[in-house]
Protein backbone atom coordinates (compact mmCIF):
# COMPACT_ATOMS: atom_id res chain seq x y z
CA UNK A 1 0.00 0.00 0.00
CA UNK A 2 0.90 4.06 -0.66
CA UNK A 3 2.20 5.95 2.06
CA UNK A 4 -0.45 8.22 3.24
CA UNK A 5 1.95 9.74 5.61
CA UNK A 6 1.77 13.05 3.43
CA UNK A 7 -1.64 13.26 3.70
CA UNK A 8 -1.79 12.79 7.86
CA UNK A 9 0.66 15.21 7.94
CA UNK A 10 -0.79 17.93 5.55
CA UNK A 11 -3.86 17.14 7.99
CA UNK A 12 -2.05 18.24 10.30
CA UNK A 13 -1.09 21.85 10.30
CA UNK A 14 -3.25 22.90 12.56
CA UNK A 15 -3.49 20.19 15.21
CA UNK A 16 -2.16 22.23 18.48
CA UNK A 17 -2.34 19.97 21.33
CA UNK A 18 -0.84 23.42 23.77
CA UNK A 19 -4.13 24.92 22.64
CA UNK A 20 -6.49 22.63 21.94
CA UNK A 21 -7.97 19.20 23.41
CA UNK A 22 -9.20 16.26 21.37
CA UNK A 23 -11.89 13.65 21.16
CA UNK A 24 -11.96 11.59 17.62
CA UNK A 25 -15.44 10.50 17.28
CA UNK A 26 -16.05 7.19 15.20
CA UNK A 27 -19.91 6.81 14.00
CA UNK A 28 -20.31 2.90 13.91
CA UNK A 29 -23.44 1.11 12.90
CA UNK A 30 -23.52 0.03 16.48
CA UNK A 31 -23.48 3.38 17.81
CA UNK A 32 -20.85 6.53 18.53
CA UNK A 33 -17.65 6.13 20.30
CA UNK A 34 -16.09 9.40 21.40
CA UNK A 35 -12.29 9.08 22.33
CA UNK A 36 -10.27 11.67 24.51
CA UNK A 37 -7.06 11.92 23.24
CA UNK A 38 -4.09 11.28 25.76
CA UNK A 39 -1.98 13.95 24.27
CA UNK A 40 0.50 14.66 27.01
CA UNK A 41 1.34 11.29 27.35
CA UNK A 42 1.67 9.86 23.64
CA UNK A 43 1.41 12.67 21.40
CA UNK A 44 2.80 11.14 18.33
CA UNK A 45 -0.15 8.32 18.74
CA UNK A 46 -2.69 11.13 19.30
CA UNK A 47 -1.06 13.02 16.54
CA UNK A 48 -1.39 9.82 13.78
CA UNK A 49 -5.08 8.90 14.46
CA UNK A 50 -6.32 12.35 14.37
CA UNK A 51 -4.34 12.72 11.02
CA UNK A 52 -5.46 9.63 9.97
CA UNK A 53 -9.45 10.95 11.05
CA UNK A 54 -9.04 13.66 9.38
CA UNK A 55 -8.04 12.26 5.72
CA UNK A 56 -11.10 10.20 6.18
CA UNK A 57 -9.00 6.56 6.67
CA UNK A 58 -11.23 5.35 9.05
CA UNK A 59 -14.45 5.73 7.35
CA UNK A 60 -15.86 2.39 6.15
CA UNK A 61 -13.38 0.52 8.05
CA UNK A 62 -14.66 -2.48 9.57
CA UNK A 63 -13.99 -3.96 13.21
CA UNK A 64 -12.23 -7.50 12.15
CA UNK A 65 -11.40 -8.43 15.13
CA UNK A 66 -13.53 -8.53 18.37
CA UNK A 67 -13.02 -10.96 21.53
CA UNK A 68 -15.48 -10.80 24.64
CA UNK A 69 -13.93 -9.36 27.75
CA UNK A 70 -10.41 -8.71 25.77
CA UNK A 71 -10.70 -6.17 23.06
CA UNK A 72 -12.25 -4.52 19.62
CA UNK A 73 -9.52 -3.50 16.68
CA UNK A 74 -10.54 -1.63 13.79
CA UNK A 75 -7.66 -0.23 11.71
CA UNK A 76 -7.29 -2.45 8.80
CA UNK A 77 -7.87 -0.98 5.23
CA UNK A 78 -8.78 -4.47 3.61
CA UNK A 79 -10.49 -5.67 7.09
CA UNK A 80 -8.26 -8.51 7.37
CA UNK A 81 -6.00 -7.21 10.43
CA UNK A 82 -2.82 -7.06 7.81
CA UNK A 83 -3.18 -3.46 6.32
CA UNK A 84 -1.99 -0.07 7.15
CA UNK A 85 -1.70 3.42 6.19
CA UNK A 86 2.06 2.42 4.46
CA UNK A 87 3.87 3.77 7.39
CA UNK A 88 5.14 3.24 11.13
CA UNK A 89 5.11 4.75 14.12
CA UNK A 90 7.19 4.35 17.58
CA UNK A 91 5.91 3.34 20.22
CA UNK A 92 4.89 5.48 23.20
CA UNK A 93 5.02 3.32 25.67
CA UNK A 94 3.14 4.37 29.39
CA UNK A 95 1.61 3.68 32.27
CA UNK A 96 -1.82 4.31 32.27
CA UNK A 97 -3.81 0.50 32.21
CA UNK A 98 -5.49 -0.92 29.97
CA UNK A 99 -8.60 -0.89 31.52
CA UNK A 100 -12.57 -1.13 29.32
CA UNK A 101 -12.48 1.97 27.10
CA UNK A 102 -8.97 2.29 26.95
CA UNK A 103 -7.61 3.29 23.02
CA UNK A 104 -4.73 1.51 22.23
CA UNK A 105 -2.02 1.05 19.57
CA UNK A 106 -2.42 -3.07 17.52
CA UNK A 107 1.03 -3.35 15.85
CA UNK A 108 3.10 -6.49 15.11
CA UNK A 109 5.88 -8.03 17.55
CA UNK A 110 7.92 -5.09 16.66
CA UNK A 111 7.08 -2.32 19.02
CA UNK A 112 8.01 0.31 16.72
CA UNK A 113 5.47 -0.89 13.69
CA UNK A 114 2.39 -0.12 14.34
CA UNK A 115 0.48 2.27 11.78
CA UNK A 116 -3.13 2.64 11.71
CA UNK A 117 -4.63 -0.33 13.44
CA UNK A 118 -6.25 0.75 16.85
CA UNK A 119 -7.58 -1.18 20.14
CA UNK A 120 -10.49 -0.52 22.37
CA UNK A 121 -9.97 -2.62 24.94
CA UNK A 122 -13.24 -4.36 27.31
CA UNK A 123 -12.54 -5.22 30.52
CA UNK A 124 -8.95 -5.06 32.26
CA UNK A 125 -6.23 -6.36 30.55
CA UNK A 126 -3.13 -5.75 32.48
CA UNK A 127 -0.63 -8.17 30.67
CA UNK A 128 -0.68 -5.03 27.53
CA UNK A 129 0.09 -2.80 30.12
CA UNK A 130 3.41 -1.23 29.25
CA UNK A 131 3.83 -3.40 26.14
CA UNK A 132 1.50 -1.59 23.83
CA UNK A 133 0.64 2.60 23.44
CA UNK A 134 -2.79 3.41 25.28
CA UNK A 135 -3.51 7.10 24.42
CA UNK A 136 -7.18 7.63 24.82
CA UNK A 137 -10.08 6.47 26.35
CA UNK A 138 -14.17 6.24 25.49
CA UNK A 139 -14.79 10.02 26.47
CA UNK A 140 -18.62 9.24 27.58
CA UNK A 141 -20.66 6.21 29.02
CA UNK A 142 -22.51 6.48 25.93
CA UNK A 143 -19.45 5.61 23.96
CA UNK A 144 -18.07 2.77 26.58
CA UNK A 145 -21.89 1.19 26.28
CA UNK A 146 -20.96 1.27 22.33
CA UNK A 147 -17.85 -0.52 22.63
CA UNK A 148 -18.81 -2.76 25.54
CA UNK A 149 -22.01 -3.56 22.55
CA UNK A 150 -19.42 -4.29 19.92
CA UNK A 151 -17.41 -6.64 22.59
CA UNK A 152 -20.48 -9.05 22.40
CA UNK A 153 -21.11 -9.71 18.95
CA UNK A 154 -20.87 -13.13 17.73
CA UNK A 155 -17.81 -13.78 15.55
CA UNK A 156 -16.30 -16.89 13.64
CA UNK A 157 -13.21 -18.81 15.36
CA UNK A 158 -10.68 -16.36 13.75
CA UNK A 159 -12.13 -13.44 15.92
CA UNK A 160 -14.26 -11.61 13.05
CA UNK A 161 -17.80 -10.34 13.63
CA UNK A 162 -20.32 -12.32 11.96
CA UNK A 163 -22.10 -9.55 10.69
CA UNK A 164 -20.31 -6.35 10.23
CA UNK A 165 -19.59 -3.82 12.80
CA UNK A 166 -18.67 -1.22 10.84
CA UNK A 167 -17.23 2.71 10.95
CA UNK A 168 -19.57 4.43 8.95
CA UNK A 169 -18.24 8.52 9.38
CA UNK A 170 -15.19 9.52 11.70
CA UNK A 171 -14.67 13.47 12.57
CA UNK A 172 -11.79 15.47 14.80
CA UNK A 173 -13.29 17.84 17.60
CA UNK A 174 -11.24 20.41 18.74
CA UNK A 175 -12.35 21.82 22.27
CA UNK A 176 -10.01 25.05 23.20
CA UNK A 177 -8.74 24.39 26.45
Known amino acids: ???RRAEVDAALEDVDFDTNDYVVEFITNKGPIRLEMWTDIAPGHCRNLIGLTKIGFYNGIIA???IPGFVLQVGCPQGTGTGGPGYTIDAEFNDRPHEAGVLSMARTSDPNSAGSQVFICLDRVPHLDRQYTAFGKTAD???LRT?????TV???SADRPLED????SSQVIATPK
Open 165 to 168: VRIE
Open 154 to 156: KTN
Open 64 to 66: HRV
Open 1 to 3: MAS
Open 147 to 151: VLAIG
Open 141 to 143: DES
